[in-house]
């Protein structure tokens, strides 16, 4: 069958060729061709059945699982797929939801969760709050649950788990009218399924990487978030969003790029971080940027290390001109000047051209042993000297675009992840959008998720912390911590902002404080999860 379609015979492995992407696309075509069929089969012995798989589309799932995003999601009745805070993180609860609902956007989403502490099979009970937190989690990112059990051998049921599930799941139907809503995001993080198999080929970590600091990033900035893919985007989606993201999108084809251009062109603000648009359809590297046009700069050539900084200039060397000044204050916020400091990541070595720079982009420094490959890099060293700007603001039409010659995406989700590279993200999101319809401001560990029901005219701002116990080394495996369990109601404040007028706040727990005055909400929240309902 493969010859009938390519042409040629299999290659003999992973030769990363043309051949090699033939025999992906084979892969690919025959476990869509195999779920339509069983579908088919299923549905012709019982019309009345539903069909769903156990989607591995998203990260951390490669070309291994023989899946893409978007092409093995709908293949069913709905798409499922699960979490587990052991397996996956605590973050990507929320989302894995968000990206099956971007893959089947045509979709329920289901996702299943278990009531044991570390695996489907232990005979362990998790703490009430921890079970609370991830299913409120769940649907307040608009999925629908299962809670997975698997009995022990001799058909044991855990009286302790069903009586905690029942109080999960009475709450839950409690909840239900303030859930499913449509969801408002600021930013649209966008995943290229094709820079996953090309450019991570058999290291994809250092691609979601990337995607997935991207996603912390805003998760503990407060700033509401939804997923592009490359498989299914159209201009339509990319106007949803008032900024979309690029994280290291390392290969992007001519039809993305122009409706890229198109997008900012009409008025859209495009965040570009790292290496994106540096490698051709086969995972190549390019000499220049395919975005070149849309950051406004030349591309030098790019930092073989990672462990690279950043520094701000001090206010008297800041650029002269105003509007540079302005942008480079607004992007430097919480961040030292004349202070370097590590964006660990890709960087990429530009000379602008239409392009406004800010910040300055330097090199690590090497040893003596390092530069005779005597010595690792593993672990970061200090700053060297500049090789070029750390930011680039070009104007594009009606829209704007702000690149990043680092990678704070990247930085965010590694091992020397420092809160300034963070705060990067969060203050070219706030330049680009300086406006956005909700600003939330609350501790690192509560997310926000808001969503719009037009009808009533009510915005809901779901809040849940995550209020994990701190562990002591493992038994093995050591530095790899596994996160500790939920036992405790959490206490904390936030804060949240609205353009628009309010005319009406409420909180849903009768035990959370909430004050109001004019546009601004202010709460306290004493549980993991609670409703601020804001009334416009």
Not at 291 to 317: P, Q
Request: net charge neutral.
């Amino acid at each position: 069958r493969f010859e009938r379609e390519f042409g040629h015979a299999m290659p003999g492995g992973l030769t990363w060729d043309a051949a090699c992407d033939d025999m992906l696309e084979f892969r690919y075509r025959s476990s869509e061709r195999f779920e339509k069929a069983l579908a088919a089969h299923i549905k012709s012995i019982n019309p009345g059945a539903s069909v769903d798989f156990n989607y591995h589309g998203n990260p951390p799932f490669s070309f291994e699982v023989g899946q893409r995003p978007v092409q093995h999601a709908g293949n069913g009745d709905f798409i499922t797929g699960e979490t587990g805070v052991w397996g996956f993180s605590a973050l990507t609860v929320g989302l894995n939801a968000e990206f099956y609902r971007a893959a089947a956007p045509h979709q329920r989403v289901q996702v299943a969760m278990q009531r044991g502490v570390r695996m489907y099979h232990d005979q362990t009970t998790r703490p009430l709050n921890d079970i609370r937190w991830e299913l409120l989690t769940l649907l307040a990112h608009g999925a629908f649950v299962t809670m997975v059990d698997k009995t022990g051998f001799d058909g044991w049921l855990d009286p302790l788990a069903y009586e905690r599930i029942g109080i999960a799941f009475r709450e839950a139907r409690a909840k239900s009218k303030h859930v499913g809503q449509k969801p408002f995001a600021e930013v649209g993080v966008y995943f290229s399924s094709r820079t996953r198999d090309w450019v991570g080929r058999d290291k994809p970590a250092d691609y979601f990487q990337s995607f997935q600091g991207a996603h912390k990033a805003l998760v503990y900035e407060h700033i509401p978030y939804g997923v592009l893919l490359d498989e299914n985007v159209t201009p339509e989606m990319l106007e949803q969003f008032p900024i979309v993201m690029l994280p290291n999108a390392g290969v992007l084809s001519s039809r993305e790029i122009g409706m890229l251009r198109g997008y900012v062109e009409r008025g859209g603000r495009l965040l570009v971080t790292g290496r994106s648009g540096l490698f051709d359809r086969m995972g190549a590297r390019v000499n220049e940027s395919l975005l070149s046009e849309l950051i406004g700069a030349r591309t030098i050539g790019t930092l073989d290390s990672l462990d690279n900084w950043v520094r701000f200039e001090s206010e008297d060397r800041l650029a002269s001109e105003k509007n540079s000044r302005a942008a480079a204050k607004a992007l430097s916020t919480d961040v030292r000047s004349d202070w370097p400091f590590l964006v660990k990541g890709p960087a990429v070595i530009y000379q602008p051209t239409s392009a406004a720079a800010v910040g300055e982009l330097l090199k690590p420094h090497r040893t003596t042993r390092q530069l005779a490959g005597k010595e690792g890099t593993d672990w970061p060293m200090s700053a060297d000297v500049k090789v070029g700007p750390a930011i680039l603001i070009n104007r594009v039409g009606r829209g704007q675009v702000i690149t990043f010659a680092c990678s704070p995406d990247y930085a965010t989700a590694s091992e020397h992840h420092i809160v300034e590279a963070r705060r990067l993200i969060r203050n070219a999101v706030r330049h680009l959008n300086p406006e956005p319809i909700v600003e939330i401001s609350a501790p690192a560990n509560v997310e926000a998720v808001v969503t719009d029901d037009s009808s009533s005219r009510t915005l809901r701002v779901h809040l849940l912390c995550y209020n994990a116990t701190p562990q002591t080394t493992p038994a093995r495996e050591r530095p790899y911590v596994l996160p500790g369990l939920i036992e405790d109601r959490p206490m904390f404040k936030a804060t949240i902002r609205a353009v628009c007028p309010i005319k009406h706040a409420s909180a849903l727990s009768r035990s959370t404080r909430l004050t109001r005055s004019g546009n601004t909400v202010k709460v306290v929240v004493e549980d993991i999860h609670d409703v601020v309902l804001l009334r416009y």
